[in-house]
């Protein structure tokens, strides 16, 4: 899957070289917000471990093409998501039951600024989450009902065959937003990663992560493509991740 023109793409890089022990980071976007661990939850974003001896790489990529998309939790509180379409920050979307009692979200329209905005117009309690479109995980699908942009307007596509999508990657996870109600936070890119080994991906964090974040970034602030290195003071045992040239 290609990323539309205007797209913001962060292509990162972790890399390590004999940590001495295996060691596991997590990926999180959870900076304060309004909200936080009472009606929104972070989501484990990446769990990447690293072996103890020799040279280990790992890639992940971080656009702004935001989606939202009906979510259940399952066994050890790993979120799946389902039913998703895409928004920008400022924009709004609805979901709402169709005659044959399935959920759809309608086209996005414009909303409160840097806000992701999801309603809730189905008459029932729904789980929620926002997440991203990641490039690199185009799935072929066969959708019942999808949406195309053509001249700046939302138009449906009618019968379609199959298609190619990707499911993306879920961030924030909004548990039994009302009828009525809305899932709403204003979305900032700052990234935090952990050195943790008792999370998985896809995971609710109920809580605050204990730790401290090792690096704290904003993803605005990156070029396209960087590279950060993985290190571990065999002294004080504490961990880093520095910059280096992609």
């Given amino acids: ?101 399935k959920t759809r979200f309608s086209p996005p329209v414009n909303a409160i600024k840097d806000y992701l ?11 929620l989450a926002v997440g991203f479109y990641n490039p690199s995980k185009a799935i072929m699908a066969e959708p019942e009902l999808l949406f195309f942009k053509e001249d700046g307007e939302w138009k449906q596509l009618q019968n379609p065959s199959k298609a190619t999508m990707t499911r993306p990657d879920p961030m924030l996870f909004f548990k039994e937003v009302k009828d009525g109600g809305k899932a709403t936070a204003q979305w900032k890119p700052v990234l935090r990663i952990y050195v943790e080994s008792d999370y998985q991906e896809t995971e609710v964090l109920v809580n605050a992560i204990k730790g401290t974040a090792i690096l704290e970034q904003d993803l605005r602030r990156l070029f396209r493509n960087t590279v950060f290195n993985l290190e571990r003071n065999t002294l004080t045992r504490r961990f880093k991740l520095t910059k280096t040239k992609p």
């Fill in 117 to 127: 905005t999801a309603e809730n117009e189905t008459g029932f309690l729904q789980d």
């Fill in 1 to 101: 899957m290609s990323t539309a023109p205007g797209t913001i793409v962060r292509n990162l890089t972790f890399q390590s070289e004999n940590l001495g022990r295996e060691t596991t980071i997590l990926l999180v976007f959870d900076t304060d917000m309004e909200g936080l661990y009472d009606t929104i939850y972070p989501v484990v974003w990446k769990a990447i471990t690293f072996p103890a001896r020799g040279s280990y790489s790992y890639d992940v990529t971080y656009t702004d093409n935001f989606a939202f998309s009906k979510a259940d939790i399952g066994h050890d509180n790993l979120v799946r998501t389902f039913r998703h379409f895409e928004l920008k920050p400022g924009q709004k979307t609805t979901l709402s039951l169709k005659d044959n009692n």
